[in-house]
């Protein structure tokens, strides 16, 4: 695991929870993070990415139900893709 791959977030009762970023992409002009926790669940999250001043990123929740279901439906598609290249 490399750590320039690990992000620490902090949920709304200020706990820090580290994840590691498993891969990245673009829809619509926006990017997202796939993320993984770190504390032994399995269940990736998806964040839209936002780049601050100081070229750093931060992870923004989706609140958006619609950009919410594209973004879901992109990183299925995806995981689709990935798993016919490993595959063939």
Not at 17 to 28: A, K, N, P, Q
Not at 32 to 54: C, F
Not at 57 to 73: C, T
């Amino acid at each position: 695991m490399n750590e320039e791959n690990i992000v620490v977030l902090v949920d709304e009762e200020g706990n820090e929870l580290e994840h590691e970023i498993v891969f990245t992409f673009s829809l619509e002009d926006k990017e997202y993070a796939v993320l993984l926790p770190l504390d032994g669940s399995e269940e990736a999250v998806v964040y839209r990415m936002q780049e601050t001043e100081n070229d750093e990123f931060l992870f923004e929740f989706i609140e958006d139900d619609d950009e919410f279901d594209r973004v879901a439906e992109a990183y299925e598609n995806l995981l689709d893709q990935m798993e016919s290249e490993v595959e063939n």
